[in-house]
C-alpha cells in the first residue's frame, strides 16, 4: 500500500482521524445488543470486571474481542481492517490481542496509550510509530457527554490544545497511542464547545451544569500495527509485563474459526500465551 490518502495524510498531521458514518444506524443497534449479550456470557463465565478504587462505574470483561464470538466480526470488519490498513499504509495488520470494550461511564483525564508517554523521551519518539487505536462508540457523542476528546498534534509535540471529536453513532475513530486523548468527556449544556481539561474539575461539575450522556455508554477499542521495533517493544515491554494485560491475554482463547477470520483479512494474529488456546492452538 503505497498512495498516501487524504485520510492518512491527516493522521499524519493531527495523530488522529474521524471516518464519518462507516456503519449504519442498524449496524449500531445490532452491535448494542451484541455487546450486551457477549457480556452476559461472560458474566457467567465469570470474566467480568469493574475497576476498584476508581471513579469508573464501567464494567468490563477480560478476553480480547477476537475471543468473543458475538464480537470478533466487528474487530475483523474490513471496513475497520480497511481503515487501520489505510492509516499505517499496510495490507498486513498486526493483532496481538489488544482490543476490549465497556459498559458505562470509565475513567477520564489526558494521557497516552503508548509506553514512554513523556514527549520525546525515549524509543517511542525516536522513528515513525507504528500503532493505532481505534474507537467504536455506539451512541451519540456530538451532542452529548461521554465521548472522545484529544489534543491534535501532540503525537509529535508536548501539547497542545483540546477538542471534541463530536462523533456520531457510525463513526470511527482512530488515533495514535502516543497521542494526547481523555475518554468520557464531559460537556457543558450552554458551551459545548469548550472542553475542560482539569481532570478534577470536570469530575465535580454538578449534573445540572453538564449535558447527560444520551444512553448508557457502549464503546469497543482495538489496537493495529504495522511492522516495526515498536509493535514488538510494545509486546515485550507493555503487554507482557502488566499484571492486566497479561490476565487479559490469557482470557483470550481464539479457536480455528476466530484464525481464520483472521487470516482472510490479511490480518497477523500473534499469540502470545498459546499454552492457553483451547484445544491446543499454537499459531
Given at each position: ?16 482521524v ?41 464494567s ?50 489526558f ?19 507504528t500503532?493505532?487505536?481505534?474507537g ?71 449534573a ?12 469497543l ?19 507482557l ?10 482470557a ?6 476466530a ?25
Amino acid at each position: 500500500m503505497s498512495t498516501v490518502t487524504v485520510l492518512a495524510q491527516q493522521f499524519e498531521t493531527n495523530g488522529y482521524v474521524l471516518k464519518k458514518a462507516v456503519f449504519s444506524a442498524d449496524e449500531i443497534q445490532s452491535f448494542r445488543k451484541r455487546v450486551y449479550e457477549q457480556y452476559k456470557l461472560d458474566e457467567a463465565a465469570g470474566l467480568t470486571f469493574q475497576l476498584t478504587n476508581t471513579t469508573s462505574k464501567a464494567s468490563y470483561a477480560k478476553g480480547c474481542l477476537l475471543s468473543k464470538k458475538l464480537l470478533r466480526d466487528i474487530l475483523l470488519d474490513t471496513r475497520i481492517v480497511q481503515l487501520a490498513g489505510e492509516i499505517l499504509g499496510t495490507d498486513k495488520l498486526i493483532y496481538f490481542g489488544d482490543s476490549s470494550y465497556q459498559i458505562g461511564t470509565g475513567l477520564r483525564g489526558f494521557h497516552r496509550d503508548c509506553i514512554d508517554r513523556a514527549y520525546n523521551s525515549g524509543p517511542d519518539w525516536e522513528s515513525k510509530y507504528t500503532l493505532i487505536r481505534l474507537g467504536l462508540y455506539l451512541q451519540d457523542h456530538s451532542e452529548y457527554s461521554g465521548g472522545l476528546k484529544v489534543k491534535p498534534g501532540t503525537h509529535e509535540k508536548a501539547d497542545g490544545t483540546s477538542v471534541f471529536i463530536n462523533n456520531k453513532p457510525g463513526d470511527l475513530v482512530a488515533w495514535s497511542l502516543k497521542l494526547q486523548h481523555s475518554g468520557n468527556a464531559v460537556k457543558l449544556k450552554w458551551f459545548p464547545s469548550i472542553c475542560i481539561d482539569n481532570q478534577g474539575i470536570e469530575k465535580r461539575i454538578p449534573a445540572f451544569l453538564k449535558k447527560e450522556e444520551e444512553q448508557e455508554r457502549i464503546s469497543l477499542f482495538m489496537t493495529f500495527a504495522a511492522e516495526s521495533h515498536h509493535v514488538e517493544r510494545y509486546i515485550q515491554e507493555y503487554e507482557l509485563k502488566r499484571a492486566d494485560t497479561i490476565a487479559h491475554l490469557q482470557a483470550s482463547h481464539y479457536d480455528e474459526t476466530a484464525l481464520q477470520l483472521a487470516k482472510s483479512k490479511q490480518v497477523d494474529v500473534r499469540v502470545l500465551f498459546p499454552e492457553v488456546q483451547l484445544g491446543g492452538h499454537t499459531h
